[in-house]
T-cell receptor, first 115, second 113 residues
Framework: AQSVTQLDSHVSVSEGTPVLLRCNYS??????LFWYVQHPNKGLQLLLK??????LVKGINGFEAEFKKSETSFHLTKPSAHMSDAAEYFC?????????????FGAGTTVTVRA | GAVVSQHPSRVICKSGTSVKIECRSL??????MFWYRQFPKQSLMLMAT?????????EQGVEKDKFLINHASLTLSTLTVTSAHPEDSSFYIC?????????FGSGTQLSVL
C-alpha cells in the first residue's frame, strides 16, 4: 500500500521569504511522487514530479523538491514566496510499478502569504 | 499540451434529481480516467477508475448505483450522481492518463438543495 503524510496542515510565510512544505511517503515499491497546487474552486496543477531520475526535481514557478529515499521524504521548497503562491498544496504518490496511475493524495497544506 | 475538459464547472440541483458530469480528453485518447471527490478543506478521495469499454472499478465504500460511470469512448467519461441529496454536495474532479502523465480536469462544484 502507498500513502503520503503532509506534516503541516497550514503554513504561513511573509512575501519574499522561503517556503517549505513537508511530505513523507510510504510505498512498497519504487514510487513516483508529485506535488500539485490547487487554487480555490479550481482543478489541480502539477508543480513537479519525481520518477526515479534526478533526486532534485525542479518544477514550475520556482518550486523544487528533493527525493530522499533514506528519509522517505519529498519536501517542496521555494526560495522566495509570492502572493500568488497562496493556495492548497498536495503531495501525491503513485506506485511506479503498476500502469494504472492510481494516485494517493496527502491531506494537503494550506499556504498563506503575508504582505 | 494535453488538456482534460470537465463540464459543468458548477451545478445546483434539487434533491432527488440526477446530475451528469462530463470529462473529456482533448487531443489525446484516454483508456483510463479517474473520478475524485473533495469535501471542503479536505484532500481528494478516489471514487472510481473508469475504463473505456468496460465497467468502472469503484473504491471501497463508494455506491456504484449512486455514482454511475460511463466511459463509452476513448475521449469521454461521464459521472452521473443519481437521486442526489444534500450530502452529495461536493467538488468532483476527473483525471485522465496520457502516455506521460496524469492530467486533471478543472472540477465541478455540485450543490444539492
Amino acid at each position: 500500500a502507498q500513502s503520503v503524510t503532509q506534516l503541516d496542515s497550514h503554513v504561513s510565510v511573509s512575501e519574499g521569504t522561503p517556503v517549505l512544505l513537508r511530505c513523507n511517503y510510504s510505498s512498497s515499491y519504487s514510487p513516483s511522487l508529485f506535488w500539485y497546487v490547487q487554487h480555490p474552486n479550481k482543478g489541480l496543477q502539477l508543480l513537479l514530479k519525481y520518477t526515479s531520475a534526478a533526486t532534485l526535481v525542479k518544477g514550475i514557478n520556482g518550486f523544487e523538491a528533493e527525493f530522499k529515499k533514506s528519509e522517505t521524504s519529498f519536501h517542496l521548497t521555494k526560495p522566495s514566496a509570492h502572493m500568488s503562491d497562496a493556495a492548497e498544496y498536495f503531495c501525491v504518490v503513485s506506485d511506479a510499478t503498476t500502469n494504472d496511475y492510481k494516485l494517493s493524495f496527502g491531506a494537503g497544506t494550506t499556504v498563506t502569504v503575508r504582505a | 499540451g494535453a488538456v482534460v475538459s470537465q463540464h459543468p464547472s458548477r451545478v445546483i440541483c434539487k434533491s432527488g434529481t440526477s446530475v451528469k458530469i462530463e470529462c473529456r480528453s482533448l487531443d489525446f485518447q484516454a483508456t483510463t480516467m479517474f473520478w475524485y471527490r473533495q469535501f471542503p478543506k479536505q484532500s481528494l478521495m478516489l471514487m472510481a477508475t473508469s475504463n473505456e469499454g468496460s465497467k468502472a472499478t469503484y473504491e471501497q465504500g463508494v455506491e456504484k448505483d449512486k455514482f454511475l460511470i460511463n466511459h463509452a469512448s476513448l475521449t469521454l467519461s461521464t459521472l452521473t450522481v443519481t437521486s442526489a441529496h444534500p450530502e452529495d454536495s461536493s467538488f468532483y474532479i476527473c483525471s485522465a492518463r496520457d502516455p506521460r502523465q496524469v492530467i486533471f480536469g478543472s472540477g465541478t462544484q455540485l450543490s444539492v438543495l
